[in-house]
Nanobody
């Protein structure tokens, strides 16, 4: 069973940037991957998803144009570059994966999850 470990979270001022990383303990070459987030008192929501090949990406409307998901298959790592951060982006960010050729934004489709990393954006 592949394990996922997120890193790169922290405290940043509004307008700043962070890059989250999700490192896998095994090969995730055939995995569709996603980033999700959960703010206090809110349900977990999709942020971005990427197909196994990296050729297809999807984003939540709230982050389009600001966040970029990417993957490095040689390193079995997925990234989330977050620019122009806003206080509303404050949340715990989770990496998730599923061994499938089909990219998905449906949280219920993912079966492998990381422990999460906190992102706090101050105004």
């Amino acid at each position: 069973q592949v394990q996922l470990v997120e890193s790169g979270g922290g405290l940043v001022q509004a307008g700043g940037s962070l890059r989250l990383s999700c490192a896998a303990s095994g090969r995730i070459f055939l995995y569709a991957m996603g980033w999700f987030r959960q703010a206090p008192g809110k349900e977990r929501e999709i942020v971005a998803a990427i197909s196994w090949s990296g050729s297809s990406t999807s984003y939540a409307d709230s982050v389009k144009g600001r966040f970029t998901i990417s993957r490095d298959s040689a390193k079995d790592t997925v990234y989330l570059q977050m620019n122009s951060l806003k206080p509303d982006d404050t949340a715990v960010y989770y990496c998730a994966g599923k061994k499938t050729f089909i990219s998905t934004i449906d949280e219920s489709e993912y079966d492998t999850w990381g422990q999460g990393t906190q992102v706090t954006v101050s105004s």
